[in-house]
Structures are given as C-alpha cells and as structure tokens.
RNA sequence: GGCCCCAUAGUUCAAGGGAUAGAAUAGCAGUUUCCUAAACUGUAGAUCCAGGUUCGAGUCCUGGUGGGGCUACCA
C-alpha cells in the first residue's frame, strides 16, 4: 500500500485528461507537506505548467478538483502559490496504523528474493596503541552500518583487518626491549596502553637523537635517517620478515596484550565483527596480483626493480605497488584482501570504513583493480568519513591530545550516574538494575552524539564540555521510550486489553496524525538511510518521533481519556512509537531502558 | 605547486533544486494537586564574499577568501 506511488499515478492520469498530453513521469514530484500548511502531500506544479500551458495557480487548482473528485483517498486540497496540498481521509492513516501494529519487524524488508552479500570491513586498528575517539566513530559508524543494510533484506558480514605489523610495530617493541624491564598488563595498564606507551616512549627517544645529532651539524632530513633507533627499528623488522625466533616471540606476546585490550573496548563499544583477518597472514597476497598486470602490461617496473602504475592519465600520479627489494605496500596488500575477500565470500559488494584521509588511496585502489580486469571493482565502496577534531584541532597520539576510547566510556558513564543521583532517579532500584541503567544511558548518549552526525562531514568534539543528557540526544530518546513503558505497564496492572483493530471512525488531532505519518515515513528512512550508509538520517528520525510524541504526550491524556476507542487509539500508538524508537535505537547499536 | 573535501544562529548539528532555512544548547521569561519536569511552552538569534544558471539556490556552475586532508619504496 504505498500511497505516495498511487498519487503519482493519479497525477499522471489527472494531467492527461486535462491537458491531453501524458507528461514524462519523471515531472510529477511528490513530497510530503511541509508542517506549517495543511495536507499531507504536495504536488509540485511549476514542472508542469509547460503542458497545462496556464498560470501555476490555475493548474494547482484544476489538478485538485479532478483529484479529489476522482481518487477515492483524497478528502480535501488547497492551492499556495504553485503548491498543490493535497489531504488524506483520516480513515487511511488509522487503516495504515492498523498493518503497522501486526507487522513485527516494521520497515525491514523480509525475505528479499535476491540478497546480496555484502562485506563491512571497520574498526581495521594498528596493535601498536589504544583506541581513540577517531576509532570510536569508526567502530560505531562500522556496527550501525551493518545492521542498517540487514534492514533491507541482504546478507552482511562484519569484518576487521587488524594491523599487526610494520615499522610501527617494532618502534614500540624495540621501547619495550630497551627500556619495559620486563612489564606486563595489570589491572591498572591494560596490554594496549602498556603497548601505546612504549610507542609514545619510542618516539621521545627518536626525537631527542635527531636532535643531537643536529646538534652536532647533520641536516634533520639526515638525522632523521641516521638516528639509530630507527636503524634499530628497521632492523627488527628485517628480523620480523626472516622470522628470526627473538623477535617473532616479542611480537606474538606484545600484540596478544593489545588485542585482549581491544577486546574489552570492543565489549564495552558493544560491536562485534564476524571475521577477524591479521595483516601478518595477509600482507603477502597481492604480490601475485601485481606480477600479473606487470606481464599484462598494465603495470611498469622501473630499472631498479620497483613496481609502478601510471595513473597520469586519470589526473593522478605514479603509484608504486612493489618496492625495489620485491617487498610489498600497503597498496599491494589492500589489492589482496580485497581480492580474497571477493572470492571467500562471493561479495556481491564490499564496504570500507576508512577515514577521508584515505580517500586518494581507495580511488587508487579501484582504479587499479578495475585496470586488472576485475568486474567487482565497481562495487567496492569507500564508505569515507569525517575526523573527529577537538577545539584547537585534530588529535595527535605522540601530543598526548587524543580522547582514549577506555577513558571517554568511563567518564559517560560516571556523568549518568552523576546526573541520575542529581535527579533523584535511581531510588528504589537494586545496583545491578542501577549499574545497567546508568550504562545504557551514558553509552546511548556517547554513541548518539557521534552517529547523529553525517558520516562524511568533520565533527568536533570538545572534552572539557561534556556530552549533553538533554535535548537532542539518546537519553532525551531512551527518556522518551521509559515514560512510554511507564504507560504500557500501567495499562497491564490495570487490566486493560487492546481490541485487534483501532476503530478507524473516531476523531483524531494534528499531533496524532502527525505520528501515524512519522511512522508511515520509517521504511522509507531505512532505505535512504542504508543507500547513503548514514545511521545519522535515522538518528535524526527517531529524535523527530521522540520530540513529537513529547508534546502528544503533554497534552493528550492516554489512560486518563474519557472515551474508550481514543484511550486505545492513543495507547496503540504511543506503543507503536515505542517499538520503532526501539527499533531504530537498536540500528545505531543504542539500547533503549524501561525505566530511567 | 598539484589534487580532493568543508564553510549555516555565540556553540554543536539539520535542511532529497521548492513554500516563511529547522533543532538543540547557552541567554531571557514561564509550566508540576494530572500517565516519569532527563519533559513541555514562549522569546531572541544564522546561509563566508562576488558573479552566473533557474519560475525558484544554503543546495548547481565560475572566481575569490578562510579551514582541513592527500600528494612516502609508512600502514
């Protein structure tokens, strides 16, 4: 029953018969009707006045009268300008509620007839130091992404490419040999931070040589190359590709500390990944790759043996894609996995949560997979978001101005304490029951604040002010669905039974079928918000739902209401609402309480 | 230097080429004998600049200004 296609079609018979010629369908545009004036869809004329070949108020008008005598939904119309408004029988919208109320996953496409697989590679961390802020909205941008395209019926699988190797990886073993006498993770330094130190501890140490070394004369440019902590490093890493057993062993236990760090940022994130893959397991494959385009002749090797692509052409530069030594790049490496992707399984798409500093090495990325003659290059999406930037600019690791990822958890959820001790909310609740509340509350506002932003644009995040509990954000939402709980549990300790069907006669106001239309609108946010892969379009829908149903709320009495069918009425819907608000929280990876 | 992205109330975010540019927060002024006041109501406040395309531009095009990113035989 979509009833905006059935206007549309309306529209188009309704023009031909006027006007005696059928327009292109592309002209006839639709759109719902702005809050401010009266009617639920508008047509937009001024599109077709070159048919009508009359003023745009006179073919709004015309067009009005012949749809409201000629389709049966439509009660009334009104003509602003070249706006025709057009109303739907009140009747319509509580027959929709009623479909709405038995379907039990809302909005999701169910049994689509060909899904598609789909792989979501995000979180993709370097073992060497803790999760930031940064990776947060990755992860949580990652998740909700997920869970999103699932709601149009294909398949998806969650992937993660851990960066467990490379130079960055020695600078902070080689710290730990020189100067970790022997520290291991404990309660108080869990195994990434341990790690992250030596990586900050490295770099001290490699900047304090370079600059004695100019000191005594060297250009930096040279100092930088000569330092011997860095000859150390490379070293280490040579040591790390012949497999020398020393170093192998340091790496294994160093990175093992790291990865049961992450796991419990992970747990505490609440994401989760279907597939881990190790860039130590795959950093090899794409060599091959490489060897056959250089036969192909889409590829050309320099004199000293390196491996390049011109990409002049395509206003880039040249890319090298095997180093002089034969070793690989990032690039080689990415051109694998994304091939051994495609294959284990069978991707009909695959996305990538990478930032926007990215961007030039994902266009190249594709390019050279579509010069190798890989059809699927096509359908491999960089899914390229925004930094997250403090006050006075980006985050820097070595600065020590980063926003700990363990950090930034703990203090959300200390604040919703804070706030809800403040408020007097947590009396009479066991502490299992309190610590489970405050934890939703401050994750939900923490996750909230970060996906209601569209993923592609810069978000700026200010520590010393600290996330807001009200307004715009998930607590207002998570209040939102607690007080209607609060309401569906009243209605049961009352005894009070909803009929199968909302009598579809009574009276209704504009705030109530302002909701029933927001709830209309759900399936269609999903689907924009999955072709756009933005859970802030949902994020934003839900804020819509939770605002409106505030003010219903405040002055339409539910269970109070005198009139039986309306009281029903109202608790259906203020149940509904509670269901997609669910449901949608849900998609953002937010958990919703019953009380708060 | 070259390439890419961004610019909206004091601040943080919205706005499928459509009507009077929405919210939140901070400010000011209000609402609890009534289903949770983490709520609701009122008030004030913004499209970087100059051109162009269009019936219509925050949105598209050109130029400028300001900010960010990329341009590694790092990942």
Redesign the pocket.
């Known amino acids: 029953m979509d009833i905006e296609l059935m206007l549309k079609k309306a529209v188009l018979n309704a023009v031909g018969k006027l006007y005696e010629q059928t327009p292109d369908e592309k002209l006839i ?6 809050k ?2 009266d ?1 639920d869809f ?1 047509l ?1 004329v ?2 077709l006045l070159r048919i009508s070949k009359k003023p745009p108020e006179q073919t709004a008008s015309e067009l009005g009268e012949y749809l409201k005598d000629n389709v049966e939904q439509i009660s009334e119309f009104n003509v ?4 025709l ?1 057009l109303s739907i029988n009140k009747s319509f919208w509580i027959l929709y509620l009623n479909t709405v109320v038995q379907d039990d996953n809302y909005g999701f496409i169910k049994n689509k007839e060909n899904p598609k697989t789909i792989l979501i590679e995000y979180s993709s961390p ?1 073992t060497n130091k803790p999760l930031h802020l940064g990776h947060i909205r990755n992860n949580l941008l990652g998740y909700s992404v997920a869970k999103i395209l699932e709601t149009q019926g294909d398949k998806v699988y969650k992937v993660n490419l851990v ?1 467990d ?4 990886i020695c600078k902070s073993m080689l710290a730990y040999q020189k100067w970790g006498k022997g520290e291991k993770p404990s309660k108080e330094k869990k195994g990434d931070k341990l790690v992250g130190d030596y990586y900050v501890k490295f770099d001290q140490e490699y900047k304090k040589e370079i600059n004695d070394l100019v000191a005594k004369g060297q250009s930096e440019e040279n100092a930088k190359k000569n330092a011997l902590l860095i000859l150390e490093a490379q070293e280490m890493l040579r040591k790390w590709e012949s497999k020398d057993s020393e170093v192998i062993s340091l790496w294994k236990e160093m990175n093992q500390w790291v990865l049961e760090g992450f796991d419990v940022t992970y747990k505490n994130l609440g994401v989760d990944f279907d597939k881990v893959y190790f ?1 130590s397991d795959t ?1 090899k494959l794409g060599k091959e790759l490489v060897l056959e385009g250089l036969e192909k002749g889409v590829f050309v090797k ?1 004199e ?1 043996g ?1 491996i390049w692509v011109d990409l002049t052409k395509e ?3 040249q890319k ?1 894609l095997l ?3 034969g070793t ?3 690039m080689t ?1 990415d051109l694998g996995t994304a091939h051994q992707r495609f294959t284990d399984y069978n991707a009909d798409e695959a996305i990538y949560v990478v930032g ?6 994902f266009q190249v990325l594709k390019i050279i997979l579509g010069k190798l003659g890989f059809s699927w290059s096509e359908y491999l999406h960089h899914l390229s978001y ?2 997250v930037e403090l ?1 006075e ?2 985050m820097k690791s070595r600065e020590g101005t980063v926003v700990d990822a363990d950090d930034l958890l703990d203090e959300m959820t200390s604040t ?1 304490e804070e ?2 001790r403040e ?1 007097g ?1 947590l009396e009479g609740y066991s502490d299992s029951e309190k610590k489970q ?1 405050i934890e939703t ?1 401050g994750l939900g506002a923490l996750k909230y604040f970060i996906l ?3 993923p ?5 995040f ?1 520590p010393k002010e600290s996330i ?6 998930g ?2 939402i998570q ?1 939102t669905y ?2 209607i ?3 569906i549990r ?1 209605a049961n300790d009352r005894g009070i039974e909803l009929p199968i069907e909302i009598n579809s006669k009574i009276k209704i106001s504009n705030k109530e079928l302002q909701l029933i239309k927001l709830i209309y609108s759900y399936p269609e946010v999903l689907k924009e918000a999955a072709n756009d892969y933005s859970p ?2 949902i994020a ?1 829908y839900i ?1 819509d739902l939770a ?1 409106e149903f ?2 219903f ?8 209401e005198d009139d039986k069918s309306i009281s029903e009425f109202r608790l259906y819907l203020s149940k509904q609402l509670g269901e997609i608000i669910k449901s949608g929280m849900e998609l953002l990876g937010i958990n919703v309480p ?3």
């Open positions: 545009q639709i759109q719902k009707t702005r401010d004036f009617g508008t937009v001024f599109s602003i300008k070249g706006f408004n370097n960066n190797r490379g130079i960055h860039e950093y320099k000293d390196s206003g880039l530069d090298i180093r002089s030594d690989s790049v990032y490496q926007n500093e990215q961007n030039y090495h925004g930094m006050p600019g980006k919703a706030m809800s408020l909310k509340i509350i209601k932003v569209d592609k644009k810069t978000m700026t200010d807001d509990f009200n307004g715009n954000t607590p207002f209040y607690a007080r709980q609060s309401i009243k802030a379009q934003n804020y605002k505030n003010q709320y405040h002055d339409h009495p539910i269970l109070g019953d009380r708060m």
